[in-house]
Structure formats: structure tokens, C-alpha cells
């Protein structure tokens, strides 16, 4: 199957004309989804197309789509893209394409696998010092191919005082409302692995986040506990 990339950016930032450069179909629909083949140039493949004199000649090629706009339900479309082309608008007066950006967007929400199991902290506008250990408790013994438990611990602060702490989702979590406060909290995560055999495993974990002067400065500031568990079969 062919290498997919989704183009994206902000709404009349030129998605639609660098698909139409890239596919040369030589009309994407402008404001329109367009989906469209673009040939890989390999000066490998007509080499050897000389050499065997063939009279039709097939590039790989990349499945690309086109998405209007920068909207949530545009870039539900995209999921299943290998890659991203983000397109900021670099021509006309007053252009600020870092401008544009403004800060990282992450597009889809996987926090935990960064910021910490409870999803709680996105990915903008984040310091975060991340140390972990992984150790292992068993291996191969009698019902247990190999046991581990692994214990994380994120320290947060704010990159810029002036800007909100977001969500996983990419929303904003808690506003600015004018604290001055870095440090939001921490969290710990604790995850016990079990892998019992070639197809069966199973973990069990918990997680603590402790709020801290920006969390309480600025609203509602319980602790989070989360302990969650799963038996997995793996075909
Ligand atoms: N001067 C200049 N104009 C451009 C460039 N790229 C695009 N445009 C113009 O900018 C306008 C918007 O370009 P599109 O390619 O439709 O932008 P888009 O990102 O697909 O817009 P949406 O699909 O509405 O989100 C068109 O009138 C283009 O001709 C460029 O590099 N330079
Ligand atoms: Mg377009």
C-alpha cells in the first residue's frame, strides 16, 4: 500500500496548491478535500528501464490528502496518515508563518505515553523532567515469562507564565487568570507488568498527581488518584 501523508495547516495557508504541485493533476479543488497519487522521481527506476527497454514505466507512489482548514472534524480525516505536511502561509504582507503556529500542535491526543498515564497534562506550553526506572522482578519462571514493575515520576512547570496549561485533547485545562506561577505539580506512575505466557499478559497500575502552586492558584485543586487494570490476549 502506498505511503499516505495528510496536508494540514491553517485555513488559505496554500495546502491546496502544493497538492496540486505535488500530484500535478493540475487542479486540486480549492476549500475541497482532494485526494490525489503523487509519482516518487527515482533516476534508479529509469535507469533501469533503459537497460531493459520497458515500454511502460510505473513510479511508487504517495497517497496524499488534501484538508481544508485546520478544524477538528477535518483532521478526524487524517488518522490514519503515515505523516503530516503542515503548510503555514510564508507569501503576502505582514506573514508570520512561527507566528501562525504559535505553539506545538499536537494534533492526536496520546498523552500518556509522554505526560504521564492519568492524561491530565498536554503537551503545550509544558516543561517536563521525566525520570523513570524499570525493574525486572522475574524471568522465566513457572507461570511468568517475565515480571516488571515500573515506577515514573514527572515534575511539571509552565514554558511561558503568561500562557494556559492545556490538556491532553489540546484545550485548555486551567487558564492563565493572571497567576504568575510555574510550577503546576507532579505526578507518579506506577505500572506492574505480568507477561504470563507467549499470548496472555496482564498489568495493574497506579497513578497520583499532586497539584501545585499554579493548580491551586487558579481554581479546584484535588489530588488525582487512578488505578486501572487489563488482562491482555495477544493473537
Ligand atoms: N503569492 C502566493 N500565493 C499563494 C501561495 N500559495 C497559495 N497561494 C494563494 O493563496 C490562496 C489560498 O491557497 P490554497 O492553496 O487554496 O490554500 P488552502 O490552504 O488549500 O486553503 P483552504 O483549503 O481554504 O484551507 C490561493 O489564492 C492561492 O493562489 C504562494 O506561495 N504565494
Ligand atoms: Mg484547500
Known amino acids: 500500500m502506498a505511503l499516505e501523508v495528510g496536508i494540514v ?3 488559505g495557508s496554500g495546502k491546496t496548491s502544493l497538492f496540486t504541485a505535488l500530484t500535478r ?4 479543488e480549492y476549500g475541497k478535500t482532494n485526494v490525489g497519487m503523487a509519482p516518487i522521481a527515482d533516476a534508479r527506476l529509469d ?3 533503459q537497460v531493459v527497454s520497458a ?3 510505473t513510479p511508487a507512489t504517495i497517497r496524499i490528502q488534501d484538508v481544508p482548514g485546520a478544524g477538528e472534524a477535518q483532521l478526524g480525516n487524517l488518522r490514519q496518515v503515515d505523516a503530516l505536511l503542515v503548510v503555514l502561509a510564508g507569501f503576502g504582507a ?5 507566528g501562525d503556529l504559535e505553539t506545538f500542535n499536537q494534533l492526536f491526543p496520546l498523552g500518556h505515553a509522554y505526560f504521564g498515564y492519568i492524561d491530565v497534562i498536554g503537551r503545550q506550553n509544558i516543561i517536563d523532567l521525566h525520570p523513570g526506572l524499570e525493574l525486572q522482578l522475574l524471568k522465566e519462571a513457572r507461570h511468568a515469562k517475565k515480571v516488571t514493575l515500573r ?3 514527572h ?3 509552565r514554558e511561558s507564565d503568561d500562557d494556559a496549561v492545556y490538556s491532553a485533547a489540546g484545550t485548555v485545562l486551567r487558564a492563565d487568570n493572571g497567576s504568575g506561577a510555574a510550577y503546576i505539580g507532579q505526578e507518579t506512575d506506577l505500572l506492574l507488568n505480568w507477561q504470563i505466557d507467549r499470548h496472555w499478559s496482564a498489568y495493574v497500575g497506579y497513578s497520583h498527581f499532586f497539584p501545585g502552586d499554579f493548580i491551586q492558584e487558579t481554581g479546584p485543586a484535588g ?3 487512578f488505578v486501572y487494570a487489563a488482562l491482555q490476549f495477544t493473537f
Open 9 to 11: 495547516g491553517p485555513a
Open 155 to 157: 515534575l511539571f512547570w
Open 94 to 98: 505582514g506573514a508570520d508563518p512561527s
Open 223 to 225: 489530588d488525582i488518584d
Open 25 to 28: 493533476t493540475g487542479g486540486g
Open 55 to 57: 515500454r511502460k514505466i
Open 47 to 49: 535507469a533501469l528501464a
Open 151 to 153: 515506577a515514573e515520576h
